[in-house]
Protein backbone atom coordinates (compact mmCIF):
# COMPACT_ATOMS: atom_id res chain seq x y z
CA UNK A 1 0.00 0.00 0.00
CA UNK A 2 0.84 3.52 -0.53
CA UNK A 3 1.88 5.36 2.77
CA UNK A 4 2.65 8.71 1.73
CA UNK A 5 1.98 10.49 -1.61
CA UNK A 6 3.24 13.77 -2.69
CA UNK A 7 1.15 15.85 -5.45
CA UNK A 8 2.16 19.19 -7.78
CA UNK A 9 -0.33 21.59 -6.65
CA UNK A 10 1.10 23.96 -9.43
CA UNK A 11 -1.95 25.92 -10.62
CA UNK A 12 -2.35 25.07 -14.11
CA UNK A 13 -5.27 23.69 -16.11
CA UNK A 14 -4.71 20.23 -15.35
CA UNK A 15 -4.54 20.85 -11.20
CA UNK A 16 -8.00 19.40 -10.53
CA UNK A 17 -7.48 16.19 -12.87
CA UNK A 18 -4.52 15.69 -10.81
CA UNK A 19 -5.94 16.71 -7.35
CA UNK A 20 -8.65 14.24 -8.01
CA UNK A 21 -6.91 11.39 -9.46
CA UNK A 22 -4.39 12.04 -5.96
CA UNK A 23 -7.13 11.57 -4.19
CA UNK A 24 -8.57 8.62 -5.60
CA UNK A 25 -5.25 7.25 -4.83
CA UNK A 26 -5.13 8.65 -1.21
CA UNK A 27 -8.89 6.91 -0.31
CA UNK A 28 -7.98 3.60 -1.88
CA UNK A 29 -4.77 3.07 0.05
CA UNK A 30 -5.67 5.04 3.28
CA UNK A 31 -2.13 7.36 2.21
CA UNK A 32 -1.44 10.81 3.55
CA UNK A 33 -1.36 13.63 0.72
CA UNK A 34 1.54 15.87 1.23
CA UNK A 35 0.32 19.08 -1.65
CA UNK A 36 3.83 20.82 -3.09
CA UNK A 37 2.87 23.94 -3.75
CA UNK A 38 5.89 26.18 -5.86
CA UNK A 39 6.21 29.65 -6.47
CA UNK A 40 5.73 30.21 -10.99
CA UNK A 41 9.54 30.91 -12.52
CA UNK A 42 9.30 34.56 -13.20
CA UNK A 43 8.93 35.58 -17.01
CA UNK A 44 11.84 35.26 -19.12
CA UNK A 45 11.89 38.81 -20.05
CA UNK A 46 12.28 40.00 -16.46
CA UNK A 47 16.06 38.21 -17.18
CA UNK A 48 16.36 40.87 -20.42
CA UNK A 49 18.83 43.59 -19.57
CA UNK A 50 16.32 46.09 -19.43
CA UNK A 51 14.52 44.04 -16.67
CA UNK A 52 11.60 45.40 -14.45
CA UNK A 53 11.50 47.43 -11.63
CA UNK A 54 11.54 46.43 -7.82
CA UNK A 55 8.18 47.75 -7.07
CA UNK A 56 6.99 45.12 -10.01
CA UNK A 57 8.39 42.17 -8.91
CA UNK A 58 7.52 42.66 -5.31
CA UNK A 59 3.44 43.11 -6.12
CA UNK A 60 4.14 39.93 -8.39
CA UNK A 61 5.91 38.13 -4.93
CA UNK A 62 2.70 39.29 -3.67
CA UNK A 63 0.36 37.92 -6.10
CA UNK A 64 2.23 34.25 -6.08
CA UNK A 65 2.23 33.93 -2.12
CA UNK A 66 -1.63 34.86 -1.78
CA UNK A 67 -2.39 32.40 -4.88
CA UNK A 68 -0.35 29.81 -2.85
CA UNK A 69 -2.74 30.73 0.52
CA UNK A 70 -5.60 30.46 -1.62
CA UNK A 71 -4.60 26.42 -3.45
CA UNK A 72 -3.11 25.55 0.29
CA UNK A 73 -6.97 26.35 1.45
CA UNK A 74 -8.68 24.75 -1.21
CA UNK A 75 -6.88 21.39 -0.75
CA UNK A 76 -6.77 21.22 2.49
CA UNK A 77 -10.33 21.47 2.71
CA UNK A 78 -11.02 19.00 -0.23
CA UNK A 79 -8.84 16.39 2.12
CA UNK A 80 -11.15 17.34 5.17
CA UNK A 81 -14.36 16.58 3.11
CA UNK A 82 -12.54 13.57 1.54
CA UNK A 83 -11.36 12.31 4.98
CA UNK A 84 -8.49 12.52 3.66
CA UNK A 85 -4.99 13.05 5.75
CA UNK A 86 -2.97 16.02 4.10
CA UNK A 87 -0.70 18.42 4.91
CA UNK A 88 0.24 21.47 2.04
CA UNK A 89 4.21 22.91 1.68
CA UNK A 90 4.79 26.33 0.36
CA UNK A 91 8.71 25.59 -0.15
CA UNK A 92 10.80 28.80 -1.48
CA UNK A 93 12.91 26.96 -4.22
CA UNK A 94 12.27 26.84 -7.77
CA UNK A 95 9.42 23.96 -8.54
CA UNK A 96 12.19 21.42 -9.83
CA UNK A 97 14.29 21.28 -6.89
CA UNK A 98 11.34 21.11 -4.07
CA UNK A 99 9.01 18.47 -6.00
CA UNK A 100 12.02 16.04 -6.46
CA UNK A 101 13.16 17.00 -2.97
CA UNK A 102 9.61 16.23 -1.23
CA UNK A 103 9.00 12.95 -3.42
CA UNK A 104 12.11 11.45 -1.69
CA UNK A 105 10.17 11.26 1.50
CA UNK A 106 7.07 10.28 -0.11
CA UNK A 107 6.23 6.47 -2.46
CA UNK A 108 4.72 8.45 -5.09
CA UNK A 109 5.07 11.95 -6.54
CA UNK A 110 1.81 13.24 -8.82
CA UNK A 111 2.66 15.76 -11.56
CA UNK A 112 0.85 16.35 -14.99
CA UNK A 113 1.77 16.10 -18.20
CA UNK A 114 2.93 19.63 -20.16
CA UNK A 115 -0.40 20.26 -22.62
CA UNK A 116 2.16 22.34 -24.99
CA UNK A 117 -0.87 23.74 -26.64
CA UNK A 118 -1.45 26.10 -23.44
CA UNK A 119 1.97 26.44 -22.86
CA UNK A 120 3.01 29.46 -20.95
CA UNK A 121 5.94 31.32 -18.98
CA UNK A 122 4.50 29.62 -15.62
CA UNK A 123 4.63 25.91 -16.84
CA UNK A 124 8.01 25.12 -18.10
CA UNK A 125 7.80 21.70 -20.39
CA UNK A 126 11.16 20.81 -18.70
CA UNK A 127 10.19 20.76 -15.11
CA UNK A 128 8.74 17.31 -15.32
CA UNK A 129 11.78 15.44 -17.50
CA UNK A 130 13.70 16.72 -14.69
CA UNK A 131 11.49 16.15 -11.56
CA UNK A 132 11.64 11.94 -12.95
CA UNK A 133 15.08 11.49 -13.34
CA UNK A 134 16.08 13.75 -10.24
CA UNK A 135 13.52 12.63 -7.70
CA UNK A 136 14.73 8.44 -6.43
CA UNK A 137 11.21 7.93 -6.20
CA UNK A 138 8.31 7.07 -9.23
CA UNK A 139 6.58 9.56 -10.69
CA UNK A 140 2.92 9.33 -11.73
CA UNK A 141 2.25 11.70 -14.69
CA UNK A 142 -1.13 12.32 -15.50
CA UNK A 143 -2.92 13.33 -19.34
CA UNK A 144 -3.90 17.14 -19.84
CA UNK A 145 -7.38 14.69 -21.54
CA UNK A 146 -8.99 11.79 -20.74
CA UNK A 147 -11.42 10.45 -18.68
CA UNK A 148 -11.04 11.65 -15.41
CA UNK A 149 -13.51 9.88 -13.59
CA UNK A 150 -12.08 6.13 -14.69
CA UNK A 151 -10.24 4.04 -11.60
CA UNK A 152 -6.87 3.67 -12.41
CA UNK A 153 -4.48 1.17 -11.61
CA UNK A 154 -7.21 -1.70 -12.40
CA UNK A 155 -5.55 -2.82 -15.32
CA UNK A 156 -2.17 -1.99 -15.59
CA UNK A 157 0.40 -2.59 -18.93
CA UNK A 158 3.94 -3.28 -17.69
CA UNK A 159 6.83 -2.72 -20.71
CA UNK A 160 9.13 -5.35 -20.07
CA UNK A 161 12.47 -5.38 -21.86
CA UNK A 162 14.41 -7.24 -19.01
CA UNK A 163 16.78 -3.82 -18.86
CA UNK A 164 17.59 -2.11 -15.49
CA UNK A 165 15.33 0.59 -15.57
CA UNK A 166 12.20 -1.69 -16.16
CA UNK A 167 13.02 -3.90 -13.27
CA UNK A 168 13.32 -0.69 -10.93
CA UNK A 169 10.04 0.19 -12.28
CA UNK A 170 8.73 -3.83 -11.34
CA UNK A 171 9.88 -2.64 -8.08
CA UNK A 172 8.85 0.88 -7.48
CA UNK A 173 5.12 0.21 -8.68
CA UNK A 174 4.63 -2.97 -6.36
CA UNK A 175 1.87 -1.13 -4.13
CA UNK A 176 -0.09 0.02 -7.12
CA UNK A 177 0.66 -3.48 -8.81
CA UNK A 178 -0.49 -5.79 -5.59
CA UNK A 179 -3.70 -3.59 -5.64
CA UNK A 180 -4.51 -4.11 -10.38
CA UNK A 181 -6.82 -6.69 -11.33
CA UNK A 182 -5.12 -7.17 -14.15
CA UNK A 183 -1.21 -7.17 -15.55
CA UNK A 184 -0.60 -6.97 -19.64
CA UNK A 185 3.25 -7.20 -19.70
CA UNK A 186 4.27 -5.74 -23.18
CA UNK A 187 7.61 -6.15 -25.01
CA UNK A 188 8.46 -4.52 -27.80
CA UNK A 189 10.79 -5.94 -30.17
CA UNK A 190 11.43 -9.34 -28.30
CA UNK A 191 14.67 -10.95 -28.37
CA UNK A 192 14.76 -14.81 -27.86
CA UNK A 193 18.43 -15.11 -28.69
CA UNK A 194 19.12 -13.28 -25.99
CA UNK A 195 17.11 -14.58 -23.35
CA UNK A 196 17.97 -18.17 -24.78
CA UNK A 197 21.59 -17.45 -24.49
CA UNK A 198 21.35 -16.17 -20.74
CA UNK A 199 19.40 -19.07 -19.70
CA UNK A 200 16.42 -16.72 -18.91
CA UNK A 201 12.81 -18.96 -18.24
CA UNK A 202 9.20 -17.96 -19.40
CA UNK A 203 8.46 -18.46 -16.10
CA UNK A 204 10.55 -15.88 -14.19
CA UNK A 205 8.62 -12.98 -14.49
CA UNK A 206 5.27 -14.79 -13.48
CA UNK A 207 7.54 -16.16 -10.61
CA UNK A 208 8.42 -12.85 -9.41
CA UNK A 209 4.71 -11.24 -9.73
CA UNK A 210 3.69 -14.09 -7.70
CA UNK A 211 5.91 -14.04 -5.11
CA UNK A 212 5.23 -10.16 -5.11
CA UNK A 213 1.49 -10.28 -4.62
CA UNK A 214 0.86 -9.25 -8.06
CA UNK A 215 -2.05 -10.18 -10.41
CA UNK A 216 -0.86 -13.29 -13.29
CA UNK A 217 1.04 -11.34 -15.70
CA UNK A 218 -0.19 -12.51 -19.54
CA UNK A 219 2.79 -11.58 -21.72
CA UNK A 220 1.95 -9.64 -25.16
CA UNK A 221 4.70 -9.00 -27.38
CA UNK A 222 4.54 -6.41 -30.58
CA UNK A 223 7.32 -4.65 -33.33
CA UNK A 224 8.06 -0.90 -33.37
CA UNK A 225 8.83 -1.06 -36.71
CA UNK A 226 7.14 1.51 -38.61
CA UNK A 227 5.72 3.27 -35.63
CA UNK A 228 8.47 3.50 -32.85
CA UNK A 229 8.76 1.97 -29.71
CA UNK A 230 6.58 5.29 -28.00
CA UNK A 231 3.48 4.86 -30.28
CA UNK A 232 3.61 0.85 -30.27
CA UNK A 233 3.20 1.23 -26.49
CA UNK A 234 0.57 3.53 -26.41
CA UNK A 235 -1.41 1.56 -29.43
CA UNK A 236 -0.87 -1.67 -26.75
CA UNK A 237 -2.56 0.19 -24.04
CA UNK A 238 -5.46 0.99 -26.09
CA UNK A 239 -5.65 -2.46 -27.93
CA UNK A 240 -5.84 -4.12 -24.21
CA UNK A 241 -8.00 -1.28 -22.32
CA UNK A 242 -5.52 -0.51 -20.32
CA UNK A 243 -6.05 2.65 -17.58
CA UNK A 244 -2.41 2.54 -16.50
CA UNK A 245 1.05 2.25 -17.88
CA UNK A 246 4.53 1.86 -15.88
CA UNK A 247 7.61 1.39 -17.57
CA UNK A 248 11.13 2.89 -16.89
CA UNK A 249 12.52 6.12 -17.83
CA UNK A 250 14.99 6.15 -20.84
CA UNK A 251 17.50 8.53 -21.64
CA UNK A 252 19.35 9.41 -24.54
CA UNK A 253 22.60 9.76 -23.14
CA UNK A 254 24.15 8.67 -19.55
CA UNK A 255 26.10 11.81 -18.88
CA UNK A 256 23.13 14.32 -19.45
CA UNK A 257 20.95 12.74 -17.63
CA UNK A 258 17.88 15.25 -18.11
CA UNK A 259 17.62 14.99 -21.90
CA UNK A 260 14.94 12.22 -22.38
CA UNK A 261 15.18 9.83 -25.39
CA UNK A 262 12.96 9.42 -28.32
CA UNK A 263 10.81 7.12 -26.67
CA UNK A 264 9.84 8.15 -23.35
CA UNK A 265 9.58 12.23 -24.92
CA UNK A 266 6.67 10.48 -27.29
CA UNK A 267 4.76 9.15 -24.15
CA UNK A 268 5.48 12.33 -22.49
CA UNK A 269 3.95 14.23 -25.04
CA UNK A 270 1.39 11.73 -26.56
CA UNK A 271 0.11 10.02 -23.43
CA UNK A 272 -3.09 8.78 -23.23
CA UNK A 273 -3.50 6.92 -19.51
CA UNK A 274 -1.60 8.00 -16.60
CA UNK A 275 2.05 7.09 -16.49
CA UNK A 276 3.80 5.74 -13.49
CA UNK A 277 7.93 6.67 -14.61
CA UNK A 278 10.77 5.20 -12.57
CA UNK A 279 14.30 6.30 -12.92
Known sequence: MLGRIALDLTKDA??????????????QHKAELIGICTDPPMP??????AGISQQVLDKLQGQFTQEKIEIKAHFLKQAVLAGIRAQCRMPKAPAEEALAAHARSCDLLIMSQTDTAQLNWAIPPSVVDSVITAAGRPVLVVPYAGDTRRTIGQHVLFCWDYGRRAARALADAAPLLRTASRLTVLTVDPQPDMLYSLDIHPEDLPAYCAAHGYPAPKAVHTISEGVGIGNAILNAAADHDCDMIVMGLYNRSRVREWIL????????????????FAH
Not at 14 to 27: G, P
Open 44 to 49: RYMYDE
Open 14 to 27: NQARRVQLAMQLAT
Open 261 to 276: GGTSKTLLQSMTVPIL
